[in-house]
């Protein structure tokens, strides 16, 4: 009778009719079910409605969890857990989400039920992923995709492929993640699954924008939003919409952006979808900055920030304090500018220590060894099973023998016909002969295959030495490296911090010195005490700046070149001895470049600040740097020339390790240059010293165009 009704639901819910027709007829059939039946009806029901009405699929949840426990049903208790924690997925819940789908995990291991371990693994991932823990994200989504490999599973192959996408996206490796995009669109066309399918899209369609690749990620976006309208699929249909509005907000058209994040802003408010609501709070944000409408801007980020709180989006909540010292920057108010850079740092070390105390390279390889013993003991399994079978063949062989000799005792005795006889005893001993030659061939054999055996057994013994061996090595080098990292982080972390407080302080205190003392002595040892506070604040930066550059997540932005020089200038203003110094910049008339902002501030500041520092201490009268932006069709080039500088350095390396050197007429400038090289690498370029060139010292960087980030650490 239940298998009759659910094939009945089943077909029901395959024909081409609508969400409200559908719910309609589950809701009939609810009403005569009672057990089981009535569990798999209401988990029908959850399917059909946590994403547009997730209320209504909480309820039918709980009511489902009910009825399993008072049936002590531990699948059924596993699988309502499970859809539970979707229902909070949807609703952005996240943290709500990931211990109920721990609950769920926790009970299909107990019974286990491997497709139960396996949509569990994938849900984990998924929620690892939304939380900003990508390691732990990959970890549990490769297990997922593994475990459906070896199962030959395809329900939820399709997500699975699409969740391992969004974390290599979110590392900025968009060629894999588009691989397994295009690999769940291809399974999800196939079984024609529309949901996933727009899913599949609008991931293919950030990909590609993420790149600033608007033309085609536009395409995407116009396919999924014109399938999420056909099946009513709120959720996707307001990423789509936030898709197409990031593309024409790129292409300056900011009326229609605003359009389209309004329509996305209203189907995630219609369904209480909070991660799209924070989402398009930050996109407001971020369009009415670029239209000059800062207080508006902050109301929009105070928006986002709020809901973003509510669900724990670490993501979200960085993007929106960048945004907020944005504003405060231009707008040049110093106390919010320190609010929220404490803030942002405090979030960022936190998200840090997440990144930090996993290695992401390593998750494939932890699967990889997993698998490798996991055919090892297949491999020894079947040998046993050869083995066996060996030993019954000799066993039936031999017990054949005494039975022919039977059958020819038998024919002698009951043949009366003496050349019938002699035909027949003829063919049994050669049959005999036959026999005995067989035998002899089965003993070799059984010789063999113990010979065969006892190398097996040794190459096993040694395969397993050396596999304990290397994980030993292994486990011993992670945990060392992991140590090595966290000491170093942890050391530099808490030394800037203990440094910032006191040196803030000084900082104040010279401040209010400077305002109220009135003798001219001690208000020039106060700018002199000033200004060597700003020195090691920007050391303290520096060293910061360096160890978070290797975890930062790159932006493509355009780059207004003079405003940075400007900037970079006004931040030197404390060396003593500027006012000496000329400062000529040319960039090329309508230089367009696309990069990350504030890494390519880091680099002319930088620059800036060391040819100051090399000119100061120069004997020259005349004492000027040129600075020179150009750009061809592949890379953009940053020349600094230093004039009557003379530096005839054979190597760059050697250059650095000069500098490095914490002399009087060369403080802070190895530091300097160093984080120069580290973000030049960071930006996939090159930095080169020239050495004398007609009696000056020039520094070159290289930067490719178009350049799709990997995040090179």
């Given at each position: 009778?239940k298998?009759?009704?659910?094939?009945i639901?089943l077909?029901?819910?395959?024909?081409?009719?609508s969400?409200?027709q559908?719910l309609?007829?589950?809701?009939?059939a609810?009403?005569?079910?009672?057990g089981?039946?009535?569990?798999?009806?209401?988990?029908?029901l959850v399917?059909?409605?946590?994403?547009?009405?997730?209320?209504k699929g909480?309820?039918?949840?709980y009511?489902?969890?009910?009825?399993?426990?008072?049936?002590?049903d531990s699948?059924n208790?596993?699988?309502s857990?499970?859809l539970?924690?979707?229902?909070?997925?949807?609703?952005?819940d996240?943290n709500?989400?990931?211990?109920?789908?721990?609950?769920?995990?926790?009970i299909a291991e107990?019974?286990?039920?491997?497709?139960?371990?396996?949509n569990?693994?994938?849900?984990?991932?998924l929620?690892?992923?939304?939380?900003?823990?990508y390691?732990?994200?990959?970890?549990y989504l490769l297990?997922?995709?593994?475990?459906k490999?070896?199962?030959h599973?395809?329900?939820g192959?399709?997500t699975t492929?699409?969740?391992?996408?969004?974390?290599?996206?979110k590392?900025l490796n968009?060629q894999?993640?588009?691989?397994?995009?295009f690999e769940?669109?291809t399974?999800?066309?196939?079984?024609n699954?529309?949901?996933?399918?727009v899913?599949?899209?609008n991931n293919?369609?950030?990909?590609?924008l993420?790149?600033?690749?608007?033309?085609?990620?536009?395409?995407?976006?116009?396919?999924?939003?014109?399938?999420?309208?056909?099946i009513?699929?709120?959720?996707?249909?307001?990423?789509?919409?936030r898709?197409?509005?990031e593309?024409l907000?790129?292409?300056?058209?900011?009326?229609?952006a605003?359009y389209?994040y309004?329509?996305s802003?209203?189907?995630?408010?219609?369904?209480?979808?909070k991660?799209?609501?924070?989402?398009?709070?930050?996109l407001?944000?971020h369009?009415n900055?670029?239209k000059?409408?800062?207080?508006?801007?902050?109301q929009?980020l105070?928006?986002s920030?709020?809901?973003?709180k509510?669900?724990?989006?670490?993501?979200?909540l960085?993007?929106?304090?960048?945004?907020?010292?944005?504003?405060?920057r231009?707008?040049?108010?110093?106390?919010?500018i320190?609010?929220y850079q404490?803030?942002?740092?405090?979030?960022?070390?936190?998200?840090f220590q997440?990144?930090?105390?996993?290695n992401?390279?390593?998750?494939p390889?932890?699967i990889?060894?997993e698998q490798?013993?996991?055919t090892?003991l297949?491999?020894?399994?079947?040998?046993?099973?050869k083995?066996?079978a060996?030993?019954?063949?000799?066993?039936?062989?031999l017990?054949?023998?005494?039975?022919i000799?039977?059958l020819?005792?038998?024919?002698?005795?009951?043949?009366s016909?003496s050349?019938?006889?002699?035909?027949?005893?003829k063919?049994?001993?050669?049959?005999?002969?036959?026999?005995?030659?067989n035998?002899?061939?089965?003993?070799?054999?059984k010789?063999?295959i113990?010979?065969q055996k006892?190398?097996?057994?040794?190459?096993?013994?040694?395969l397993?030495?050396?596999?304990?061996?290397?994980?030993?090595e292994?486990?011993?080098a992670?945990k060392?490296?992991?140590?090595?990292?966290?000491?170093l982080?942890?050391l530099i972390?808490?030394?800037?911090?203990?440094?910032?407080?006191?040196l803030?302080?000084?900082?104040?205190v010279?401040?209010?010195?400077?305002?109220?003392?009135k003798?001219q002595?001690?208000?020039e040892?106060f700018r002199?005490?000033?200004?060597?506070?700003?020195?090691?604040?920007?050391?303290?930066?520096?060293?910061?700046?360096?160890?978070e550059?290797n975890w930062?997540?790159?932006?493509?932005?355009?780059?207004?070149?003079?405003y940075?020089i400007?900037?970079?200038?006004?931040?030197?203003?404390?060396?003593?001895?500027?006012?000496?110094?000329?400062?000529?910049?040319?960039v090329?008339n309508?230089?367009?470049?696309?990069s990350?902002?504030?890494v390519?501030?880091?680099?002319?500041?930088n620059?800036?600040?060391?040819?100051?520092?090399?000119?100061?201490?120069?004997?020259?009268?005349?004492?000027?740097?040129?600075?020179?932006?150009?750009?061809?069709e592949?890379?953009?080039?940053?020349?600094?020339e230093?004039?009557?500088i003379?530096?005839?350095?054979k190597?760059n390396?050697?250059?650095y390790?000069?500098?490095?050197?914490d002399?009087?007429?060369?403080?802070?400038?190895?530091i300097g240059l160093?984080?120069?090289?580290?973000c030049?690498?960071?930006?996939g370029?090159?930095?080169?010293?020239?050495g004398d060139?007609i009696?000056?010292?020039?520094?070159s960087?290289?930067?490719?165009?178009?350049?799709?980030y990997?995040?090179?650490v």
């Amino acid at each position: 009778m239940k298998k009759t009704i659910i094939y009945i639901l089943l077909t029901i819910l395959s024909l081409n009719t609508s969400l409200a027709q559908e719910l309609d007829s589950l809701n009939k059939a609810l009403k005569s079910s009672v057990g089981e039946e009535r569990i798999d009806i209401l988990h029908l029901l959850v399917l059909k409605t946590w994403l547009n009405y997730p209320e209504k699929g909480m309820l039918y949840s709980y009511e489902a969890l009910e009825i399993a426990k008072e049936l002590g049903d531990s699948t059924n208790i596993s699988k309502s857990i499970r859809l539970l924690a979707g229902v909070h997925y949807y609703k952005g819940d996240y943290n709500t989400s990931l211990n109920f789908n721990l609950e769920a995990l926790e009970i299909a291991e107990k019974i286990k039920d491997s497709t139960l371990i396996n949509n569990g693994y994938n849900n984990i991932g998924l929620l690892y992923y939304n939380l900003g823990s990508y390691p732990s994200a990959l970890e549990y989504l490769l297990r997922a995709k593994e475990m459906k490999n070896a199962l030959h599973e395809t329900y939820g192959y399709a997500t699975t492929l699409n969740n391992i996408g969004l974390v290599y996206q979110k590392v900025l490796n968009y060629q894999v993640a588009r691989n397994y995009f295009f690999e769940a669109l291809t399974m999800s066309s196939s079984s024609n699954d529309k949901d996933l399918i727009v899913y599949s899209q609008n991931n293919i369609g950030l990909s590609y924008l993420r790149e600033n690749n608007i033309e085609i990620a536009r395409r995407y976006f116009n396919k999924s939003l014109i399938l999420a309208n056909e099946i009513g699929n709120k959720n996707w249909g307001a990423v789509s919409l936030r898709g197409i509005g990031e593309v024409l907000k790129i292409q300056q058209n900011y009326d229609s952006a605003e359009y389209y994040y309004q329509k996305s802003l209203n189907a995630s408010l219609s369904i209480d979808d909070k991660k799209g609501k924070a989402e398009a709070y930050h996109l407001f944000a971020h369009l009415n900055h670029l239209k000059g409408n800062n207080k508006k801007a902050i109301q929009y980020l105070n928006k986002s920030q709020e809901v973003a709180k509510t669900i724990q989006i670490r993501q979200q909540l960085l993007d929106n304090l960048k945004l907020f010292i944005r504003i405060y920057r231009e707008q040049h108010n110093q106390e919010k500018i320190i609010q929220y850079q404490g803030a942002y740092s405090h979030l960022k070390d936190s998200l840090f220590q997440d990144i930090v105390s996993r290695n992401m390279d390593l998750v494939p390889i932890k699967i990889k060894e997993e698998q490798d013993q996991l055919t090892f003991l297949k491999q020894q399994t079947e040998i046993k099973s050869k083995d066996v079978a060996n030993k019954i063949l000799i066993w039936i062989l031999l017990l054949a023998t005494p039975l022919i000799l039977v059958l020819v005792v038998l024919i002698l005795k009951n043949t009366s016909d003496s050349k019938k006889l002699i035909r027949y005893t003829k063919k049994i001993e050669a049959q005999k002969e036959a026999l005995e030659i067989n035998n002899l061939e089965l003993e070799k054999a059984k010789h063999l295959i113990s010979e065969q055996k006892s190398e097996l057994e040794i190459l096993n013994v040694d395969l397993t030495k050396k596999v304990d061996k290397r994980t030993i090595e292994l486990n011993l080098a992670n945990k060392e490296l992991r140590t090595t990292n966290l000491e170093l982080d942890n050391l530099i972390y808490k030394s800037s911090h203990d440094i910032r407080g006191p040196l803030l302080r000084l900082v104040g205190v010279c401040n209010l010195a400077l305002l109220e003392v009135k003798e001219q002595t001690a208000l020039e040892y106060f700018r002199m005490i000033d200004k060597a506070s700003k020195r090691l604040s920007n050391t303290v930066d520096k060293l910061k700046i360096i160890t978070e550059l290797n975890w930062k997540e790159l932006e493509n932005e355009p780059i207004d070149f003079i405003y940075l020089i400007n900037q970079s200038l006004d931040q030197n203003k404390y060396i003593e001895g500027i006012e000496d110094i000329i400062i000529d910049a040319k960039v090329d008339n309508n230089l367009i470049f696309h990069s990350d902002p504030a890494v390519v501030e880091l680099i002319i500041f930088n620059m800036i600040q060391n040819g100051i520092q090399l000119l100061k201490v120069s004997k020259m009268d005349s004492k000027k740097m040129k600075i020179v932006i150009t750009k061809n069709e592949d890379s953009l080039f940053m020349t600094f020339e230093i004039e009557n500088i003379e530096l005839v350095v054979k190597e760059n390396e050697a250059f650095y390790k000069l500098l490095s050197k914490d002399s009087e007429g060369n403080q802070n400038i190895g530091i300097g240059l160093y984080t120069v090289k580290q973000c030049v690498h960071k930006l996939g370029g090159e930095l080169l010293l020239l050495g004398d060139i007609i009696h000056s010292t020039r520094f070159s960087i290289n930067l490719p165009i178009n350049l799709s980030y990997n995040n090179v650490v």
